[in-house]
């Protein structure tokens, strides 16, 4: 999730040096909560698990913190997980799901672990360690992957307190 929020800052002095307040723009990139044991330890991008019961606990954890920044919209990868993250971190927001958010498709890589596939495609699980643009999970290239990204990020501008739940790179 991506939050953006107003914060007041003390950032300069007038002449008469009484402090100037400003609105800083504020961005929170939350990650969706734990996903059932059946995946963990696994590439999981594609795949689209549920929470477990610790990752809906991590999530009403999580909601009072998210809510102090009173944010305004919140932008969301359509997966099941963070939706579920989403809906009671922050139930009355309007929630734009945005599939620019979604995780890469790890390909063949998808639901093993990482040592079953650095054994099998060591040049590969190389490349993708020093993150080279051209290297590729099935049909994607990561630099591909990372420019879809970079373009949902745009998605939040208009909004000083915008939440987004999203997925990191990697495992």
């Known amino acids: 999730m991506i939050i953006v929020g107003e914060v007041v ?3 300069a002095h007038n002449a008469i040096d009484k402090t ?3 609105m800083i723009r504020r961005l929170l990139l939350v990650r969706h909560g734990r996903i059932e044991a059946g995946h ?5 991008g594609a795949t689209d698990p549920a929470l477990d019961a610790s990752g ?3 999530v009403r954890a999580l909601a009072d913190r998210v809510q102090r920044f009173r944010p305004e919209v919140c932008y969301c990868s359509p997966l099941q997980r963070c939706r579920q993250t989403a809906s009671p971190m922050v139930p009355d927001l309007p929630t734009r799901f945005e599939n620019r958010l979604r995780e890469i498709d790890f ?3 998808e639901r093993r672990t990482f040592e079953d596939v650095a054994r099998d495609h060591p040049a590969q699980v190389a490349q993708w360690a020093e993150f080279v643009p051209a290297s590729r999970f099935r049909a994607v290239r990561s630099g591909d ?3 879809r990204v970079r373009g949902g990020g745009g998605v939040a501008l208009p909004y ?7 997925h990191p790179t990697g495992a």
Do not use: P
């Open 9 to 11: 800052g003390l950032t």
């Open 20 to 22: 100037v307040k400003t």
């Open 40 to 44: 963990q330890g696994q590439f999981i």
């Open 56 to 58: 809906e606990s991590q």
């Open 107 to 109: 390909g063949e890589w």
């Open 145 to 147: 992957f990372v420019q």
């Open 160 to 166: 000083r307190r915008t939440h987004v739940l999203a």
